[in-house]
């Protein structure tokens, strides 16, 4: 199973971002898909997840500005990003827990600008 993430970039302040992570290959049952980010100098940190039923999860410090979302159809996982904000720069990592096993993408870079 491999994961590709997209849709970093640079933006400024108050825009937004959408980024999407497709998984390809064997998968028998696709459980939680996730999003996760790591700022420099700090740990990797939850920022949403979304269970098979569509049941998210969102970090305090992102609620009301991104939404998570997913296509089954297309094992792909998606965050939507508003109002983004300077400290909401980080490398952003999907993570997909599928047929009892756990797997990351590779990063995507979101650099927010003041």
């Known amino acids: 199973v491999q994961l590709q993430a997209s849709g970093g970039g640079l933006v400024q302040a108050g825009g937004s971002l959408r980024l999407s992570c497709a998984a390809s290959?064997?998968?028998?049952?696709?459980?939680?898909m996730g999003w996760y980010r790591q700022a420099p100098g700090k740990q990797r940190e939850l920022v949403a997840d979304?269970?098979?039923?569509?049941?998210?999860k969102y970090a305090d410090s992102v609620k009301g500005r991104f939404t998570i979302s997913r296509d089954n159809a297309k094992n792909t996982v998606y965050l939507q990003m508003n109002s983004l904000k300077p400290e909401d720069t980080a490398v952003y990592y999907c993570?997909?827990?599928?047929?009892?096993?756990?797997?990351w993408g590779q990063g995507t870079l979101v650099t927010v600008s003041s």
């Open positions: 993570r997909i827990v599928a047929d009892r096993r756990d797997y």
């Open positions: 290959g064997s998968i028998f049952s696709l459980n939680m």
């Open positions: 979304i269970t098979s039923f569509g049941s998210a």
